[in-house]
């Protein structure tokens, strides 16, 4: 069962997934350029994501860390997700817990996933008492390195996605005592 954890920011609700959010999220993962820079780049269909939003919900009750549902507070509507997961594609960074986060395109270029990520690190390091976070993402997408520098975390490495062959960069952030 869904915990009613919630996270505010001035802007936004982060929450956990409901069954109609699966619509607007499978919205948000049909769009070429959103998946572009994320697995093999190929969009997910319905079924796929609602495989995925189910995915999440089980990294709750595994690890008690998860991928958040993140609304917009004023409209009410979903943008994406943010959250914490355990990096199993990447076995050389564990034990980790791996920031990230995906927003639809209506909803880029207005400080939103830094002010969603912004939040997920606090739950991380003061709710979840993790004494390190890490960021990945793939090689010249400057997007996410551009937020994951605004956060404070550092890059560390560089190494290569073992199931997809492409180069991904790997930033860390300590929690600071």
Not at 107 to 126: I, Q, S, Y
Request: glycine share 8%.
């Amino acid at each position: 069962m869904a915990s009613p954890l919630t996270l505010l920011t001035p802007r936004l609700t982060l929450r956990r997934w409901r069954a109609a959010d699966v619509e607007p999220m499978a919205a948000v993962n049909a769009d070429p350029e959103v998946m572009r820079w994320t697995g093999d780049g190929s969009v997910h269909d319905r079924e796929r994501t609602a495989a995925a939003v189910a995915a999440w919900e089980q990294g709750w009750d595994e690890h008690g860390v998860g991928l958040f549902a993140v609304e917009v507070r004023r409209s009410r509507r979903l943008a994406g997700f943010a959250g914490l997961s355990v990096p199993a594609e990447l076995p050389e960074l564990r034990p980790a817990v791996e920031i990230g986060w995906r927003l639809g395109r209506p909803f880029w270029d207005d400080g939103l996933a830094t002010e969603a990520a912004r939040a997920v690190l606090d739950f991380a390091f003061r709710d979840r008492g993790l004494a390190r976070v890490v960021g990945v993402h793939r090689t010249g997408h400057e997007a996410p390195a551009a937020v994951m520098r605004k956060l404070g975390m550092r890059h560390d490495r560089e190494t290569t996605h073992p199931e997809y062959g492409v180069p991904v960069c790997v930033h860390v952030i300590e929690a600071r005592p």
